[in-house]
């Protein structure tokens, strides 16, 4: 059987960096792991398909044994699905986990209590849009930044206006 | 007749479609459900009696030919686990409705409940009928996925946290498992199991090796065999109680049903795949032994169980590891023993929880006059559990000695003594949840019971300051763990039966070449 050596080496990178991710504390870092790993795999089956070759049509003049082995690449298509279902399940894992985190240990108790729970829940997402304000002044100032420090570019880009 | 097998997986999924569109209704939703995994009990029951009299029967899905298409296919070791799965599932669910109408629904979201245990029934049911390494996979898949939703259901912390563990840990197994069919695809050219049989042989012995420890690998993650287990008992026991059970009966048994496969059909002992059965011999004695021993120190009921629940896992690790017939045969009856009881137990600290209002022994007494109902209903099973005749642990158990006996060697009878010994300390282990639990009195208690198994319990972490809060036990819970209970029974009535019937099935499996024949009936005459 052969195979592309560059595939190969892509393959056992993306292994590496995924298992030392996934060895991460932080949730967002094991889901990035779990999404190099998957790829890696999703590689690792195309690999196993050989060499390229014609598409595997049957087409007047080409030899059957030309063909790339469409096989595994019905097999990634599914393994992709199922990745992307589990990764937006770990998503809202994600999400979830860091709501709870914020609220300590009320966290468990806010589905009981509905009103305390609105007044709450107003309360982190006013401090979470606080957060993500202050990191858009941030980040803004520094476009600016390059901006004056080029002087070239007169008209700013438009996804820099909100 | 061939349309049976393809109903087992359509039922549960158009069950849980049905079930997630008509989310408004609850008892809409219960009506689908129960009727569902009601059909699926009749068809898997109409499966065993067809695998048994007929043969087993093989389903190309959309008539595409076998190595080509993918292939459904129900012997009678797939069909018994159909049947028995289907029957804990409906079990189950009667049990989550009873709760579920006590609570008013404030602990289990019921609209996402009852899809997402379709969806599980879905999984489990691919599983067991298909004759196709990938399509294994997706079932899986499918089951995981859905078990990730009922671990975390509710969203509360100590679920995701358990949660977390358990989704990461199922997901380096599922990747083991599709790397793993990667490889065979690239060493035989086909993921269909009769034909990689088949092929297997002609591989150089280092590969077939490679490949074998590979799928063991990941099934043994999910099966939860010794080095690989620690994460099950951190995470099935915040778990509802009707989703624990479940987990506990079922999710396991997957993972020993494809070693089974494996074992069998795709790596035999005289293939190319090396003789792996002194290893697991080794395995199954860890399982055993370690299992067991944290088991011994648990306060809290549902943390022992999962505990004995992986310690078990070993006795069917030991039958398929000694090969023979007689131990085949012996592993199918613990396999369908140790879900039935296993899921019962759950059930019933269920019931204990909500008595007590607590599952930790160290809080609990007097149960026995304040519930004697409950009291026998936890005490059948642990019996049962702990290996005490006539119960069908006890068969189950005698049959795998007397097979690990016939096969002799000094490692078999390691493995023996470790048995003997994993019995006891069960029976030890559940005795001391009935003396503290149910014939504690509550004034002992009160005074300040204290002894000095008491004091090297190990609390459950997660449940260190949770307020006691005793609800009423609804009518219908007690009857759906009555039913599991005389389930349970009925394996010990029938114990003759099931012998039989699994003895049919030991020859079965071990026919690799009658296997074959039966998904590839053109292509024998290769091989």
């Known amino acids: 059987m052969n195979a592309s050596l560059a595939l190969i080496v892509v393959m056992a990178v993306m292994y590496a960096a995924g298992v030392y991710v996934l060895l991460e504390r932080s949730l967002t870092r094991v889901l990035i792991g779990f999404m190099l790993i998957g790829n890696a795999t999703n590689l690792l089956i195309l690999i196993m398909s050989g060499r390229a070759g014609a598409p595997p049509i049957i087409t007047d003049g080409v030899d059957p044994q030309d063909f790339t082995d469409p096989m595994p690449q019905a097999l990634i298509l599914t393994a992709i699905v199922i990745n992307f279902g589990v990764t937006a399940f770990v998503l809202a894992l994600i999400y979830r986990s860091w709501w709870l985190a914020r609220l300590g240990d009320q966290g468990d108790t806010v589905v009981l209590e509905h009103e305390e729970d609105a007044g709450l829940a107003q309360e982190v997402f006013s401090e979470a849009s606080e957060d993500d304000d202050a990191l858009h002044e941030a980040l803004d100032a520094s476009e600016a930044y390059v901006d004056e420090s080029m002087e070239a570019e007169p008209a700013p880009e438009p996804g820099g206006e909100r | ?527």
């Open chain 2, 1 to 527: 007749m061939h349309v049976l097998i393809p109903l087992m997986v359509l039922i549960p999924l158009l069950g849980a479609a049905t079930a997630l569109v008509s989310s408004r209704s609850h008892r809409l939703q219960v009506a689908i459900s129960t009727s569902a995994l009601s059909m699926t009990t009749v068809v898997a029951a109409l499966l065993v009696w067809r695998s048994d009299a007929q043969g087993a029967s093989v389903v190309y899905v959309g008539n595409w030919a076998a190595p080509w298409g993918i292939t459904l296919w129900v012997d009678r070791f797939s069909a018994m686990m159909l049947l028995v799965s289907s029957v804990v599932l409906l079990g189950v669910l009667v049990y989550a409705v009873g709760q579920g109408i006590a609570d008013g629904n404030r602990e289990t979201p019921v609209t996402i409940f009852h899809p997402t245990y379709l969806m599980l029934a879905a999984g489990l049911f691919v599983a067991f009928t298909t004759g196709d390494l990938f399509n294994l996979y997706v079932g899986f898949e499918l089951l995981l996925g859905a078990s990730y939703v009922l671990l975390t259901l509710g969203g509360t912390g100590a679920r995701i946290r358990a949660g977390v563990t358990y989704i990461v840990i199922s997901l380096v197994s599922s990747v083991f498992f599709l790397a793993a069919i990667a490889m065979i695809y690239g060493a035989t050219g086909t993921v269909n199991m009769a034909q990689v049989a088949q092929r297997i042989g002609d591989l150089p012995a280092d590969t077939a090796l490679l490949l074998h420890v590979m799928l063991l690998l990941g099934f043994a993650i999910k099966a939860a065999l010794f080095p690989m287990s620690f994460w099950l008992p951190d995470s099935y026991p915040t778990a509802p109680a009707p989703v624990t059970a479940v987990f506990a009966g079922l999710l396991t048994k997957v993972g020993v049903y494809a070693i089974v496969r494996t074992e069998t059909l795709l790596f035999p002992t005289s293939g190319p795949g090396g003789d792996l059965r002194t290893p697991m011999m080794w395995v199954a004695l860890a399982t055993l032994v370690i299992g067991i021993l944290g088991a011994t120190v648990q306060a809290d009921i549902k943390r022992l169980l999962s505990f004995t629940l992986v310690s078990h896992i070993g006795y069917m690790i030991f039958g398929i590891s000694l090969g023979s017939r007689l131990g085949l045969n012996a592993t199918v009856y613990y396999v369908i023993h140790h879900i039935t009881v296993q899921t019962t137990l759950f059930l019933a600290v269920g019931l204990i929880e909500r008595v007590g209002g607590t599952t930790s022994m160290s809080k609990l007494s007097g149960l026995l006059k304040r519930a004697p109902i409950v009291a026998v209903l936890f005490f059948i099973p642990a019996l049962n559990l702990g290996g005490i005749p006539p119960f069908s642990g006890f068969l189950g158990k005698a049959g795998l000695l007397v097979a690990g006996a016939d096969e002799g060697g000094w490692v078999v009878w390691v493995v023996i003594a470790g048995a003997v010994a994993t019995s006891l300390l069960t029976l030890y282990a559940l005795m001391r949840v009935w003396n503290m639990a149910f014939w504690r009195s509550d004034e002992e208690l009160e005074q300040g019971y204290s002894s000095r198994y008491i004091n090297t319990l190990v609390e459950n972490p997660d449940a260190a300051q949770s307020v006691q809060v005793k609800e009423p036990t609804p009518r219908l819970m007690v009857s759906a763990t009555a039913g599991m209970v005389a389930v349970t029974l009925a394996l010990t009535i029938f114990a003759g039966n099931l012998f039989a019937f699994g003895d049919r099935t030991a020859a079965e499996i071990s026919d690799r070449d009658g296997v074959i024949a039966q998904v590839l009936p053109d292509q024998v005459s290769h091989g």
